[in-house]
């Protein structure tokens, strides 16, 4: 049973192109987000969002394009890929309630944009 | 804003022996959340530790246990008796208390630390 998943893995694309990756989980929580893990591992939020509404947007180019069907689902889309943008992508999770709530992750999509 | 700071880019240690990673942070919130996560080389994270500013006690987990100062802003994990599926890239992150309203709960990650084990 995987709990927070991502499609692709891998992804490797020419720069100028769009590409989408998604991200889906099956444990019933509210809000999902999207860290980028760069050449150098340092890990930084890039969106969040709760009930398909977009909550945080970490000053993130809007060539990406982040987009929430429902609860479970929380894509990805980047316009014009520049090569700034190979990096590891993470999706996690969690279910709000007051105090703490822990973060789930998806296995990550590595992007090479060459 | 908030930062962490691992100052450690790498380290070594023996099969069996303890180890400790240290993060230092810089906040003006009073509560918060502390984490300490693993990423193995199939670059899952995983949560090894968590640990919550209004709590004096240290969190423990088997064999990972931190030591939180929260006046020095300190929050080092030790490692007990390591075993060669420790290794691994090691995350300190925070995440605030204040604000926690339906999604703006982001953790903020320091920069790593890469544990080896030698056999």
């Known amino acids: 049973d995987t709990a927070v998943s991502q499609t692709p893995k891998y992804l490797v694309t020419q720069m100028g192109n769009d590409k989408s990756i998604k991200c889906e989980q099956n444990?019933?929580?509210?809000?999902m987000y999207w860290y980028k893990q760069d050449s150098k591992k340092f890990l930084k939020i890039m969106f969040s969002y709760n009930n398909k509404e977009l909550i945080i947007n970490e000053t993130v180019p809007n060539r990406f394009s982040p987009k929430s069907p429902d609860k479970a689902h929380l894509n990805l889309h980047i316009n014009s890929l520049e090569l700034g943008d190979s990096a590891v992508y993470f999706c996690a999770s969690s279910l709000y309630r007051q105090g703490y709530n822990e973060q789930f992750f998806g296995p990550g999509t590595r992007l090479t944009v060459l | 804003a908030q930062t962490v700071t691992q100052s450690q880019p790498e380290m070594s240690v023996q099969e069996a022996e303890t180890v400790t990673l240290s993060c230092t942070y810089d906040t003006s919130e009073s509560d918060y959340y502390l984490f300490w996560y693993k990423q193995p080389p199939s670059r899952q994270m995983i949560l090894v530790i968590r640990?919550?500013?209004?709590?004096?006690q240290n969190a423990t987990e088997n064999r990972f246990s931190v030591n939180f100062q929260k006046a020095a802003k300190s929050f080092s994990l030790k490692i007990s008796d390591s075993q060669l599926g420790d290794a691994a890239m090691y995350f300190c992150?925070?995440?605030?208390?204040?604000?926690?309203?339906?999604?703006?709960?982001?953790?903020?990650f320091g920069t790593g630390t890469r544990l080896t084990i030698i056999p």
């Open positions: 640990q919550e500013a209004y709590k004096q």
């Open positions: 992150a925070y995440r605030s208390a204040y604000g926690s309203n339906f999604g703006n709960e982001k953790l903020t």
């Open positions: 444990l019933g929580h509210d809000t």
